[in-house]
């Protein structure tokens, strides 16, 4: 868990994010219990109510299971649902908005291809 949280965003929303991430960079596995809502609300001193948001939403994609009595886990297609999800949202997001301004500036499809397939220099700083 992230030692603070951002105050310009609803936190149930960055404890959902952070479930997500952790199930994406493998640090939470298909089958393992995630932390409970009190144990989110004590470590963040927020109400467990704003915490059981975040975690019911992953259970209403299949994300998470409840497990009565035992806690969340995570299910066995949650990495693949997530990156379905963030798939869809990277085209949206990215794809879409590039294609569009590439159609503004008079790039075509080869010339937009290039530039993607383009090396950049790596900044070690």
């Keep these: 868990m992230k030692n603070s949280l951002d105050e310009n965003k609803?936190?149930?929303?960055?404890?959902?994010?952070?479930?997500?991430?952790?199930?994406?960079?493998?640090?939470?596995?298909?089958?393992?219990?995630?932390?409970?809502?009190?144990?989110?609300?004590?470590?963040?001193?927020?109400?467990?109510?704003?915490?059981?948001?975040?975690?019911?939403?992953?259970?209403?994609?299949?994300?998470?299971?409840?497990?009565r009595g035992v806690g969340m886990f995570v299910t066995e297609d949650a990495k693949e649902i997530l990156i379905e999800k963030r798939r869809k949202t990277f085209y949206e997001n990215y794809m879409l908005p590039l294609k569009n301004e590439a159609r503004k500036l008079r790039i075509g499809e080869k010339e937009l291809l290039e530039m993607v397939e383009r090396e950049e220099p790596v900044d070690e700083n």
């Design 10 to 67: 609803p936190i149930f929303l960055q404890i959902k994010e952070q479930l997500e991430d952790s199930i994406m960079n493998d640090s939470i596995q298909a089958g393992e219990r995630v932390p409970s809502t009190n144990e989110f609300a004590a470590f963040y001193k927020i109400n467990p109510a704003t915490a059981a948001k975040g975690i019911n939403e992953l259970v209403n994609e299949a994300i998470l299971v409840k497990r």
